[in-house]
């Protein structure tokens, strides 16, 4: 048998999650570097599968927005279970992991209630990368001096004895992310640095980016892209609650 | 003349601030290596300079607590930079950068005015860097599914043209950490794991004591150490407002 990939780091706390995680499989179905980085924060070293999965459910078909990047989480983490029972049916993975980070906007509610009662209600849209530096100041310009929400969706594959082999578990978690009032000088500098490009709502808060951010009400690794904290109770309690889980 | 050290990395933002900065003598007065990364992840590369000011400046001549970690690190900043003035008249420093990071905890209101009225007022308590593993634990403890507030004061020491020809300008950034309802065989993991030793309030955010936190209400980096989106609009604003700043 080959050299097993050795999915807890030394530093890892002997606590359940960790004690119950050494010696398994452990997959995250993402090529995001920062996720890998975070995990390996806490002492967890999954092996790197991408997701073939091409990101492109309709976000019409959900009428809670906060659903979006679970299932989109859903769908790569599936994808690479199957595919890996697939190619080594003997060597199925313990658990795979997959995320999905998407920044809403968050309206201003009305600041009285005949204008409340008289507009229409204002649902949260979900910001996109922008594909241009243009597209990427009119979105800073937007947010500058508001708030917009970062919801990570989280999912796990793992496997158990019923049809169809495989369970799936999920959560989201939401942080709020404060703009200051910036100066335009500053957000056309941010924009020219290219940073924003490629980013969900146009701004890394790890980067450079934090010098646009007042306050983050939430956890911080979740608005980088991946909730560790909440990630490991949420183990815990399985290992607590589900027979199966990470015993097969 | 030796050759400068270059206290403006190539990523930082053409803004006034490091415009003002460029080809300035700028320097740290802090041994800590997270401050000096937050500081470069925004462009900002000080000289370090520990201060060698003994931190011993006593508490209770503080009525307002938020006053003290300011006061710190004004006593830290001008300690450098007397001592810089005077090896090197001809190369004093344009702008010496200290901070001080404290733990308060904050007491939970009594449920009821009554109970109000008939208790003595509760004040904030610094919490201080745990000796042992027991005193660890037991901060902890306390800590555990309540609240914290976390202050960083900071002050910068420039040149003026008048007496005492400096001049001392401070900030301080608070933030609110919420403790998750952790179990205590976690906190017991932790503390074993040492990291929490040697840090204010017995945890460090940005590591495994990450695990413990629900979530932060302020910025992240003023948690670590150092509050750097503050700090540069603060920065922005002297350069607009003060005319020797950086100008001499």
Redesign the interface.
């Known amino acids: 048998m080959s050299k097993k990939h050795d999915s807890v780091l030394p ?1 890892a ?4 999650v960790f004690n119950k995680l050494f010696g398994k499989r452990v997959v995250l179905a993402s090529a995001s570097p920062r996720r890998k980085e975070i995990l390996n ?3 967890l070293n999954p092996e790197i599968v991408p997701s073939t999965f091409e990101e492109n459910l309709s976000k019409d078909d959900f009428p809670n927005i906060y659903e979006y990047p679970v299932s989109t989480a859903t769908e790569k983490a599936v994808e690479v279970y199957e595919r890996l029972v697939q190619e080594q049916p003997d060597n199925a993975p313990d658990l795979v992991i997959a995320a999905d980070t998407i920044v809403l906007t968050r309206p201003t509610p009305p600041t009285s209630d005949v204008a409340h009662s008289l507009l229409p209600h204002t649902y949260p849209e979900v910001l996109e990368k922008p594909g241009t530096k243009e597209d990427n100041y009119r979105m800073l310009l937007d947010l500058n001096g508001q708030q917009c929400e970062v919801v990570t969706g989280v999912s796990i594959v793992y496997p158990i004895l019923t049809a169809p082999g495989f369970q799936i578990k999920s959560l989201d978690e939401r ?1 709020i992310v404060q703009f ?1 009032d910036n ?1 335009k ?2 957000l056309e ?2 924009v ?2 290219g940073e924003g490009i490629d980013r969900a709502g146009g701004f890394a808060v790890q ?2 980016g ?12 979740n608005v980088v892209g991946f909730p ?2 909440s990630f ?2 949420f183990l ?1 309690l399985l290992i607590e609650e589900e027979e199966e889980f990470l015993d097969i």
């Open positions: 530093h706390l002997p606590i359940p924060t806490y002492g942080s200051s100066p000088h500053l500098a941010y020219d640095s980067g450079l934090g010098l646009l951010i007042a306050k983050i009400d939430g956890d911080f690794w560790a904290a490991f109770k815990d």
